[in-house]
């Protein structure tokens, strides 16, 4: 079984950053895709930065050159740098992984985007 935990949420004032990681407990050498959901207290979880295995990034229209996806195969981590934060921002942030079948899920951390 694959564990995803996920570390660096918290309470911060719009305009500030703050750093998620997701350590994997597999080799991210052969994966197919991770990144970040998140979701709102009353929406939808929605995606908010992926990597696929052939290096390819994508981000949701809402967060695109605020945050930044990145990974380290000699760590099994993958990092979400997230600056400018606003408000809406606020959610709870899943880490997911695919390697074949299913995804595999982190608990979640609370990040709260104070105005």
């Known amino acids: 079984q694959v564990q995803l935990v996920e570390s660096g949420g918290g309470l911060v004032q719009a305009g500030g950053s703050l750093r998620l990681s997701c350590v994997a407990s597999?080799?991210?050498?052969?994966?197919?895709?991770m990144g970040w959901y998140r979701q709102a207290p009353g929406k939808q979880r929605e995606l908010v930065a992926t990597?696929?295995?052939?290096?390819?990034?994508s981000y949701a229209a809402s967060v695109k050159g605020r945050f930044t996806i990145s990974r380290d195969n000699a760590i099994n981590t993958v990092t979400l740098q997230m600056n400018s934060l606003k408000p809406e921002d606020t959610a709870v942030y899943y880490c997911?992984?695919?390697?074949?079948?299913?995804?595999?899920w982190g608990q979640g951390t609370q990040v709260t985007v104070s105005s």
């Open positions: 990597f696929t295995s052939g290096g390819i990034t």
């Open positions: 997911y992984a695919n390697w074949v079948g299913p995804n595999y």
């Open positions: 597999r080799s991210l050498s052969s994966i197919n895709a």
